[in-house]
C-alpha cells in the first residue's frame, strides 16, 4: 500500500512540476496541459533573410542584432512578419534583449510596446502594435471595468495613471505598464489581456497573458534556427550577430509558444538609398541617392559620413571616390539626425594600361623598382583585377622582391588623389 502511495504522489508531483511553466522568465502554473511535444524544439526558420536584408536599422556601430515581430493576424495591408535592425558600439560586447527591444520600438515611429517589470526577474513584453499611419493610429485602452470585474485590484487613480501611461507610449513607443512590482507593492498585476485596440487592416495589436501571450524566440545567426526562450528580455544576453523573435502565441496549450513566421518581410525604412552596396576601382566615383519616407522625416540636407576615408570619402551631394583598397560604409544621416541608411563600399584595384610614369616604375628579375614615389601605396593586381599584394613604399628609390607566377600584372600606387599605374611582364 505504501508503495502505491509514494507512486502516486511522485506522478501528483510530476504533474504539478510540468504545469510551473517559464514563460520570459515568469512560473506560470495557469497554462493548460501541453498538447505539443515537451522538449524544447527549434522552430521552422527562413535561413536565407539576412543582415543584408535589412532595411530600417537603428542606432550606430559595429555590432550589429536583428529582431522579428510576428503577429500572426490575417486580413492585413501591412506584413505580418516583419524585421529591424540594431547597431551599437562594439565597446560593448553584449546588450540586453530588453534594450534591443525598447530601442528599437523608441525609433520606428509606427511601433509600440507594452512593457512591465515584474520584479527581480526585470521586465516582461506584454503587448506589441503597429500602425501604419505611426503608433497614434494604434489606439491602445485599458479595460479598467473589465480588468477590475476579473479581481484585479487597483489604486484610485487606475484610470489617469494608464491613460497617462498610453499618451506617453504614443510619443516614446513604450507603455510603461503603471502596475508593476514597485507601485503595486511587489506584486504586479497581469492584466494584459485588457489592453486591447480596435482591429484594423492597416495595424497590429496584441497584449496578453491568460488568453495569449507574446513568446520569446532567440538564435544565434540568420542561418540557424530559432529555439523557445525560457529567460525574459531583462536576462537576454544579445551579441554581435545574434536574432531576437517575438512571436504572438494564442494556443495556450503549448509551454513553446507559437514559432515565429517563415516569410520574413523587411520593416520599411524611413531612409535609404538607391543601393546597399557598391563596387569601385581605385580613382573612380560613383553618386547615391537619397531618399525618405517625408511623412516621418527629410533629407533635403542630408548628412553623408564614410566610415574610413582611406578607403572611399563621400562629398555633400553624395558623391563617393574610391581612395584605397578595402571596404567601407557610407552613412546617410537624415536631417533631423534620427535615421540612418547604410550603404557598403568595396573598393579595388585594376590593371591600368601602362601611363607616362613606366619609366618611374621597372619590374626586373623579380624586383620591382619605384623611384619617386615615397609615401605611396603600391597595389599589384593580376589580369582579372584582384589585388595579389600591396606595401607602403616608404624611400625615393623603393626596391621590392617579388615572387609571382608567370604572366602580366599591373602595379598600381595610390597618394590620396595622386595614382601611378603600369603594366609589367614576369616571364
Not at 527591444?101 to 520584479?119: C, H, N, S, W
Not at 599584394?389 to 599591373?410: M, W
Amino acid at each position: 500500500m505504501k508503495k502505491i502511495l509514494f507512486f502516486l504522489a511522485l506522478i501528483l508531483m510530476a504533474g504539478s512540476i510540468s504545469a510551473q511553466r517559464m514563460v520570459q522568465g515568469v512560473l506560470r502554473s495557469d497554462l493548460p496541459a501541453e498538447k505539443q511535444k515537451t522538449a524544447l524544439r527549434s522552430a521552422r526558420s527562413n535561413q536565407t533573410f539576412s543582415f543584408d536584408s535589412i532595411d530600417f536599422w537603428v542606432g550606430d556601430g559595429e555590432n550589429r542584432a536583428a529582431i522579428v515581430l510576428t503577429w500572426h493576424d490575417t486580413n492585413k495591408i501591412v506584413p505580418d512578419n516583419m524585421v529591424w535592425g540594431y547597431r551599437w558600439s562594439a565597446d560593448a560586447d553584449t546588450i540586453s534583449g530588453l534594450v534591443l527591444f525598447q530601442e528599437v520600438m523608441k525609433a520606428d515611429p509606427r511601433l509600440i510596446g507594452l512593457i512591465q517589470y515584474t520584479g527581480s526577474m526585470g521586465y516582461t513584453i506584454n503587448g506589441i502594435g503597429y500602425g501604419n499611419g505611426g503608433r497614434s493610429t494604434v489606439a491602445v485602452s485599458f479595460d479598467y471595468e473589465g480588468s477590475k470585474g476579473h479581481g484585479n485590484s487597483y489604486p484610485d487613480n487606475a484610470v489617469t495613471l494608464a491613460s497617462a501611461a498610453i499618451t506617453n507610449g504614443n510619443n516614446t513607443g513604450i507603455i510603461d505598464h503603471p502596475f508593476n512590482a514597485n507601485t503595486m507593492g511587489g506584486r504586479p498585476v497581469y492584466d494584459y489581456d485588457y489592453w486591447t485596440a480596435p482591429v484594423a487592416s492597416s495595424t497590429h495589436w496584441f497584449a496578453g497573458w491568460y488568453q495569449g501571450y507574446w513568446s520569446y524566440f532567440v538564435r544565434d545567426s540568420y542561418d540557424s534556427d530559432f529555439s523557445y526562450s525560457g529567460y525574459g528580455a531583462s536576462s537576454r544576453r544579445v551579441q554581435n550577430g545574434t536574432w531576437d523573435a517575438w512571436s504572438w502565441n494564442s494556443f495556450m496549450g503549448t509551454t513553446e509558444g507559437t514559432d515565429p513566421g517563415d516569410n520574413l518581410v523587411a520593416a520599411t525604412p524611413m531612409v535609404w538609398m538607391n543601393k546597399k552596396s557598391i563596387t569601385l576601382n581605385i580613382g573612380k566615383s560613383e553618386t547615391l541617392q537619397a531618399f525618405a519616407d517625408e511623412n516621418y522625416t527629410s533629407v533635403d540636407e542630408p548628412t553623408w559620413i564614410s566610415k574610413n576615408e582611406n578607403v572611399a570619402k563621400v562629398n555633400a551631394q553624395g558623391v563617393v571616390s574610391a581612395i584605397g583598397v578595402g571596404t567601407t560604409e557610407i552613412k546617410l544621416v537624415s536631417d533631423d539626425e534620427l535615421f540612418n541608411a547604410y550603404c557598403t563600399v568595396t573598393v579595388t584595384a585594376s590593371a591600368l594600361q601602362v601611363s607616362e610614369y613606366s619609366s618611374t616604375v621597372s619590374y626586373s628579375d623579380n624586383t620591382l623598382r619605384a623611384k619617386d614615389l615615397a609615401g605611396y601605396t603600391g597595389y599589384i593586381t593580376n589580369t582579372a583585377g584582384s589585388v595579389v599584394s600591396s606595401y607602403a613604399i616608404t624611400s625615393s628609390d623603393d626596391v621590392k622582391t617579388l615572387s609571382l607566377n608567370k604572366g602580366v600584372y599591373g602595379f598600381t600606387a595610390v597618394k590620396g588623389a595622386e595614382k601611378v599605374s603600369v603594366k609589367f611582364v614576369v616571364k
